[in-house]
Structure formats: C-alpha cells, structure tokens
C-alpha cells in the first residue's frame, strides 16, 4: 500500500477528470476557432468549462483566464498589475513566506528599481496586519499575498487586507496566490476582494499543466501571450481543451464535495496530531495552521531529508519542506525564526479528501520504524 500524504505537492487525477480530459481528446477535439459545426461545439463546451471553474471561484466566467499553471498565473497577475500602475508609483509589498513563483518574480522586479517590501513573518507564521498598514503608502502599487502558506498551512490574512487597502489612498491593486487554498478554504475572490488570484489543477485533482487566473472585470490588462486572440485577446494559443475539461470536472466534483472534503481533512490532521503528542513526542508541530490539509512538524535534531527517503523507500510520502525548493534551505522557515535544529527537521504531511485514517497509521508506524533504524537512541 502505498500512503500518499504529499497532497500538498500534487494530487492524484481523480478517474472522472481524467475520462473528462481523455473525451475532450479523443472526441472533442476539434480547434474552438474553427468554423465548422463540430468546432462550435467545442467553442460552446469550452465556455461551459469556463462557467464550470467560475462558479469555483465566485466570479463571472469573462473574469477567468486559462493558463498553464499557477506559476505562469503568478507571474502573470504581478508582471500585469505592475505594468498597469507603473505610474503610480515603485513600490510593491508582499511577505517573506510566498511560494517562489512570486518571490523571484518579486527579485527581478528589484533589478529592475521596484522597492519591494518583504512582511515578516509573525509566530504563528502568519502576518501581522498592523505591520501591513505600516508598510502601505500612497504609492505602493501592488501587494502581493498568498492565502495559505504551502508550507506551514496557515492562512493569511488576505480579506482584511484587501479592507485596509480600499480605506486608504494607495492605489495598490492586491494579488493572491490561492493555489494552496482554493477548494480548502471556502472562500470566493469576491469575498476575499482581490483584483488577482491564481489557481493551479494539480493541486485540485486535475493533470499538471493547467491554471488560471481571476482577473476582476474593469481590470485591463496588458496580454500576457500575444497570437491569434484567444482567451479574450489576453492569452493567445489554441486553448488546451483537454487540460481545461479536467479542470472544470475537477472543480465540479470538488464544490459538491468540498464541505465534506475540509470537515474529513481537518480530523485526519488532529488524528495524526493526537497520535504524534501521545506516541512520538520528539516530533513536535512547526506551527499550527488552520488550513485543513497541510501539517508542518520537526523532528529536531535530525535530518528530514533523510527520514523523508526513509518512509519513501516504505511506500509513504510526505515531504522536506517544499518539494519545490529541491533539496535548498526553505525560506519559509528561515522567515519563521526557526533555529538550524527545528529548519533541518522539518517535514510535511498533507491530505487531501480522498486520504484515510490507515494512511495516517501507515505514517506513524514507518515513522516509528525509522525512528528505531535511524535514531536508536530515541527508542
Ligand atoms: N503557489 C503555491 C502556494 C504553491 O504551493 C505552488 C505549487 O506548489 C505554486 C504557487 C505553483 O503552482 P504550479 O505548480 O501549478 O506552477
């Protein structure tokens, strides 16, 4: 058996998306712009598709645009926002724990004269608001601020942030990257009041290789990809019809689900944090996010890295830090405060709806045994 709680890296293709995409494929496969009466109808289930992913959203299908993963959305919403207000000013805000597909972008706009200001992170590994609103100015131009940290598991106070904002006299327009909490919190970009937010499918139980970006309608942006119109003119290329069939499936099976799938979450993590407090107490929570899927533990004093390839070599998966750091010190838990012991020791386990309590016993039972392999003078 094999118990895979990395949900927060990928997810598995559920079956029903995957039929979704190969039925666009091998069916549907006609080019959306073409004119004939088989392409229509794929222009017309593409606009479904989009409606689909929308009603996930809480917006209107004209504010969804396709991409192909919630990198490309992230780049995508500051490069625009910051060409769009370029000039109101040169100063961008966001925190020192975004997913690296914001912070490189944040990098290069520094090269390029921007003035970035990185929010700390506070304990609880979340942001304090009051440092928010002392960082805000009349020409700060964009905040960028993810709503939960795929690390950590907490969840940021984006919504509040998007008051202050609007009670100010900055002209700050205000991304989020949502792919780690879209379907986990339940929340629509209206809600949280964003300009931008960026998704990612494989992160909902869709392929890699498909995203999408929310782009609040009077919002003009700059096209991202410039070719033959697609995507409102916005993101040229023929649309990957498949890919956006696996999403809409995707979103469509995980709003009728989603309450459930966060209730079933949020008892599986208490579970394994029950049964960590009461059987392994070496291993000790890195922070307590509210985010229901993601758990952020240490094990101080020793090496995730090689307690992560343990449990793997058993069929159980969780991760170092960020699978996407390869191997690099995370700079989240180096924004965290974290002594070299607890950053060294840290892992993460993440579920999604699908994950079980024998998953979770699989876990505690490898970790024991790599415990007493490992480390015998623990046991
Ligand atoms: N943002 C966050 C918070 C993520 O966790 C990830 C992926 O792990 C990304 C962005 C990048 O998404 P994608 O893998 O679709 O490019």
Same mark, same amino acid.
């Given at each position: ?20 995409a190969?039925?666009? @494929? &091998?069916? $549907? ?34 504010? &969804? ?13 500051? !490069? ?5 207000n370029?000039?109101? +000013? ?18 290069d ?13 506070? *304990? ?12 805000? !100015?009349?020409?700060? /131009? ?10 950590? =598991?907490?969840?940021?106070p ?6 202050? /904002? ?16 879209? @379907? ?8 949280? $009041? ?6 990612? %499918? ?6 890699? %290789?498909?995203? *999408? ?11 991202? /990809? ?7 003119g ?5 649309? #990957? ?23 079933? @979450? ?9 049964? /960590?407090?009461?059987?392994?107490p070496?291993?000790?929570?890195v922070?307590? %996010? ?18 992560? !390839? ?9 991760s *170092? ?13 180096? *924004?965290? %405060? ?6 060294? =020791?840290?892992? !993460? ?21 790599? +415990?007493?392999?490992?480390? #015998?003078?623990?046991?």
């Amino acid at each position: 058996m094999i118990a895979y709680l990395d949900n927060a890296a990928t997810t598995a293709v559920w079956p029903e998306v995957a039929d979704a995409a190969a039925k666009a @494929m &091998v069916e $549907g496969y006609f080019n959306p712009s073409a004119r004939y009466p088989d392409a229509a109808k794929a222009a017309k289930t593409l606009s479904e598709h989009r409606a689909t992913v929308a009603r996930a959203l809480g917006c209107k299908p004209s504010e &969804v645009v396709f991409t192909s993963c919630g990198t490309e959305s992230d780049n995508w919403a500051i !490069r625009s926002a910051v060409e769009l207000n370029r000039r109101k +000013g040169k100063h961008i805000i966001t925190t020192a724990i975004e997913h690296s597909a914001v912070l490189n972008v944040m990098k290069d706009l520094e090269q390029e004269g921007y003035e970035v200001t990185y929010l700390p992170a506070n *304990a609880q590994g979340t942001i304090d608001l009051d440092t928010f609103s002392a960082a805000l !100015r009349e020409d700060t /131009i964009l905040v960028s601020m993810m709503l939960v940290n795929n690390e950590l =598991g907490t969840v940021l106070p984006v919504q509040q942030v998007a008051q202050i /904002i609007k009670a100010s006299n900055s002209p700050a327009l205000l991304h989020c990257d949502a792919v780690q909490g879209f @379907m986990k919190i339940p929340v629509t970009a209206k809600e949280l $009041g964003v300009d931008l937010m960026a998704i990612s %499918g494989h992160k909902i139980h869709a392929p890699k %290789g498909i995203g *999408a970006l929310y782009i609040r309608s009077g919002l003009k942006l700059k096209p991202f /990809i410039l070719g033959g119109g697609q995507e409102s003119g916005l993101r040229s290329g023929t649309e #990957p019809t498949a890919q956006i069939a696996a999403l809409a499936k995707a979103c469509e099976l995980g709003m009728a689900r989603r309450d459930a799938d966060i209730a079933h @979450m949020q008892e599986l993590k208490e579970y394994t944090l029950r049964r /960590i407090r009461e059987e392994l107490p070496q291993i000790v929570p890195v922070v307590l %996010g509210d985010a229901p899927h993601v758990l952020a533990l240490t094990m101080v004093g020793y090496k995730s890295e090689v307690l992560v !390839r343990v449990l793997g070599d058993a069929g159980i998966c969780v991760s *170092a830090g960020s699978a996407c750091h390869r191997g690099t010190p995370s700079h989240v838990y180096a *924004a965290l %405060g974290l002594d070299k012991a607890h950053r060294e =020791g840290a892992f !993460r386990v993440s579920f999604c709806g699908d994950s079980t309590q024998e998953e979770v016993d699989a876990l505690i039972d490898g970790l024991k045994r790599a +415990g007493e392999l490992l480390f #015998p003078s623990m046991s």
